[in-house]
């Protein structure tokens, strides 16, 4: 996700108008010292939500939050479970020896 946001900003600042820069994330500064906050985009999506009344003002992005969230930990836990062998198969074989 960091390198989401970091390409995503980067690209944002020098090609603003371009509709795959649009696509990964619209940025928007919120401060003097050049911090910003995505406001659209992928970068938006795979953000979580900043307050509570931001879920019920926009349910999309937090369903697609708490999806990508899930989604990934899935992921990420099946490819832990084989690389590390802890698979059943690997669990099975260990039992019978």
């Not at 911090?35 to 509570?52: C, D, K, V």
Request: charged content about 15%; some cysteine; hydrophobic content about 45%.
């Amino acid at each position: 996700m960091s390198n989401l946001y970091f390409l995503s900003q980067v690209l944002h600042r020098k090609f603003k108008g371009n509709f795959f820069v649009g696509f990964l994330g619209k940025w928007a500064d919120y401060d003097i010292q050049g911090h910003s906050a995505p406001i659209g985009g992928l970068a938006y999506y795979i953000s979580p939500p900043r307050e509570w009344m931001d879920m019920i003002k926009d349910p999309f992005h937090f369903l697609f939050y708490a999806t990508f969230v899930m989604g990934s930990c899935a992921f990420f836990s099946r490819i832990w479970i084989d690389v590390s062998g802890s698979a059943p198969r690997d669990v099975v074989s260990n039992l019978m020896n």
